[in-house]
């Protein structure tokens, strides 16, 4: 699936099952939210936090495309095309960090 088929499929999704889009501030909101949940998996997955009992059967890959989701929604609700920024954004950062991470210290 490509990124403009799945924010397609999220909007047919949202018209139908889901009735009509949060706003964007609630979207805001959810996606904070939702970007802790991923937070919470990675600090005790790979940091020193130990799992709760009410964590332990959360998956990383579902919180990833929760994530996912709601930047679509955003994204359909303020017109924006993802395909597009993306393609533009890589433009952007191979422009402007063309030799920038080479020649880091700190990444050798």
């Known amino acids: 699936m490509t990124i403009k088929e799945a924010q397609e499929k999220v909007d047919q999704w949202i018209n139908t099952t889901g009735v009509r889009y949060f706003s964007e501030l609630t979207n805001m909101a959810i996606l904070t939210e939702e970007v802790g949940e991923v937070a919470r998996i990675i600090s005790r ?3 020193e936090q130990s799992f709760k009992e ?44 063309a030799n920038r991470h080479k020649e880091n210290e700190k990444l050798k």
């Open 54 to 97: 009410s964590d332990k059967k959360k998956e990383l890959a579902d919180e990833l495309a929760d994530v996912m989701w709601v930047v679509m929604c955003l994204a359909n609700q303020t017109g924006v095309d993802l395909t597009a920024a993306l393609e533009k954004n890589f433009e952007k950062k191979s422009t402007r960090d």
């Open 45 to 47: 997955q790979y940091g």
